[in-house]
């Protein structure tokens, strides 16, 4: 089962900040936090990770909280190609298994 | 950088036919993946093959399924025969190396939509 809770569907303004929210209470030290997003009849596309810093690339940026409870993946200006579904994942330590949940279903609306 | 290449893109068949997807890694990756997703689910793992060999297939429905990597290259998925619950996108995905703790990455492939009447 996914070690993830999302919010099941979001929206946002064009041209702002777009905010995902992703508890995993059960998170283990060795384990990390990976997001994916999944455009409409395309395959999942990785999106940013991390442990326990902050993370930021050209995509996104990754706020984990101190005690690694929770995590916030943000999109600093949201375009209408963001709209998709966005997983958070805990990727289990000893294997590969990236155990997806439902995701959250984010719409940038103009 | 060619990414993971699939096919086909579509299929539909009957139940209880046989059906067989392809999956072609990006160059250089040792570790493929098999998912299957469920309309309105995220993906499932179905099987992971480490180079030409397995190294996880604990949720693959092996009475119906099967998958091979003969060449550690490219990888076939079939069933047969088909239910009409198989209905869904498999998805294929790939890795550089897949160690157990690395931060590796996969990446996914298209996808193949399945629907069986």
């Known amino acids: 089962d996914a070690k993830t809770t999302q919010p099941p569907s979001m929206d946002c303004a064009e041209g702002r900040a777009a905010n995902l929210p992703c508890n995993h209470s059960t998170i283990s030290g060795n384990e990390y936090v990976y997001w994916y997003r999944q455009i409409h009849s395309q395959g999942p596309q990785y999106i940013i990770h991390?442990?326990?810093n902050n993370e930021t690339n050209e995509m996104a940026s990754l706020i984990i909280t101190e005690d690694r409870k929770s995590s916030t993946l943000i999109l600093p200006h949201a375009t209408l190609r963001d709209t998709a579904v966005y997983y958070c994942?805990?990727?289990?330590?000893?294997?590969?298994?990236?155990?997806f949940g439902a995701g959250t279903r984010l719409t940038v609306k103009p | 950088e060619a990414g993971v290449a699939q096919s086909p893109r579509y299929k539909i068949i009957e139940k209880r036919q046989s059906v067989a997807f392809w999956c072609n890694p990006i160059?250089?990756?040792?570790?493929l993946y098999w998912y299957q997703q469920i309309l309105g689910q995220g993906p499932k793992l179905l099987i992971q093959f480490q180079n030409n060999g397995v190294v996880d297939d604990s949720q693959l429905p092996k009475d119906r399924f099967s998958a091979e990597r003969l060449k550690g290259v490219d990888s076939t998925l079939k069933i047969q025969p088909a239910k009409l619950e198989d209905s869904a996108v498999y998805l294929c995905a790939s890795s550089l190396f897949g160690s157990a703790g690395s931060e590796e990455t996969q990446y996914f492939g298209p996808g193949t939509r399945l629907l069986v009447l």
């Open positions: 991390g442990l326990k």
């Open positions: 994942i805990v990727r289990v330590y000893n294997n590969n298994d990236m155990r």
């Open positions: 160059s250089g990756h040792a570790t």
